[in-house]
Protein backbone atom coordinates (compact mmCIF):
# COMPACT_ATOMS: atom_id res chain seq x y z
CA UNK A 1 0.00 0.00 0.00
CA UNK A 2 1.39 3.30 -0.41
CA UNK A 3 1.27 6.28 2.24
CA UNK A 4 -2.27 7.85 0.89
CA UNK A 5 -4.07 4.74 2.31
CA UNK A 6 -2.49 4.79 5.81
CA UNK A 7 -5.37 5.71 8.23
CA UNK A 8 -4.59 8.77 11.08
CA UNK A 9 -2.44 7.17 13.94
CA UNK A 10 -1.46 4.16 12.32
CA UNK A 11 2.11 3.18 12.40
CA UNK A 12 4.21 1.83 9.33
CA UNK A 13 7.45 1.19 8.17
CA UNK A 14 8.56 2.61 4.72
CA UNK A 15 9.62 -0.64 2.43
CA UNK A 16 9.69 1.50 -1.04
CA UNK A 17 10.37 4.94 -2.51
CA UNK A 18 9.36 4.87 -6.22
CA UNK A 19 11.26 8.60 -7.29
CA UNK A 20 14.85 8.98 -6.67
CA UNK A 21 14.59 12.68 -6.19
CA UNK A 22 11.51 12.32 -3.35
CA UNK A 23 14.02 9.51 -2.02
CA UNK A 24 17.04 12.06 -1.90
CA UNK A 25 14.77 15.04 0.16
CA UNK A 26 13.73 12.41 2.72
CA UNK A 27 16.76 10.85 3.41
CA UNK A 28 17.74 14.77 4.11
CA UNK A 29 15.40 14.74 6.53
CA UNK A 30 16.61 11.07 7.71
CA UNK A 31 13.64 8.76 6.17
CA UNK A 32 14.62 6.20 3.72
CA UNK A 33 13.74 2.68 3.49
CA UNK A 34 13.09 0.97 6.44
CA UNK A 35 12.23 4.03 8.69
CA UNK A 36 9.09 3.50 11.13
CA UNK A 37 6.62 6.30 10.83
CA UNK A 38 3.24 7.19 12.19
CA UNK A 39 0.41 8.97 9.98
CA UNK A 40 -0.87 12.19 12.26
CA UNK A 41 -3.15 13.13 9.65
CA UNK A 42 -4.53 12.83 6.40
CA UNK A 43 -6.22 16.21 5.09
CA UNK A 44 -8.85 15.42 2.30
CA UNK A 45 -7.07 16.17 -1.03
CA UNK A 46 -4.39 17.69 0.80
CA UNK A 47 -1.06 16.42 2.66
CA UNK A 48 -0.53 13.27 4.60
CA UNK A 49 1.09 14.62 7.91
CA UNK A 50 3.98 11.97 9.70
CA UNK A 51 5.85 12.05 12.18
CA UNK A 52 9.53 10.41 12.26
CA UNK A 53 11.43 10.05 15.67
CA UNK A 54 10.10 14.47 17.08
CA UNK A 55 10.04 15.67 13.85
CA UNK A 56 6.52 16.12 12.17
CA UNK A 57 6.49 16.41 8.00
CA UNK A 58 3.90 17.42 5.65
CA UNK A 59 3.86 15.06 2.28
CA UNK A 60 1.98 15.96 -0.70
CA UNK A 61 -0.17 14.13 -2.41
CA UNK A 62 1.09 13.21 -5.33
CA UNK A 63 4.70 12.53 -3.40
CA UNK A 64 2.78 10.09 -0.64
CA UNK A 65 1.32 8.01 -3.53
CA UNK A 66 4.96 7.54 -4.34
CA UNK A 67 6.11 5.95 -0.74
CA UNK A 68 5.48 2.25 -0.37
CA UNK A 69 4.55 0.89 3.08
CA UNK A 70 3.76 -1.86 4.94
CA UNK A 71 2.26 -1.88 8.77
CA UNK A 72 4.60 -1.99 11.49
CA UNK A 73 5.64 -0.52 14.51
CA UNK A 74 6.98 2.73 14.78
Sequence with gaps: MCLTDVKRGQQVNITRIDDADLRTQLIRFGIAEGSAVRCLERIPL?????????????????????????????
Excluded: D, S, W, Y
Excluded at 46 to 74: D, F, S, W, Y
Design 46 to 74: GPCMIRHNRQELAIGREAARKIRVCRGTA
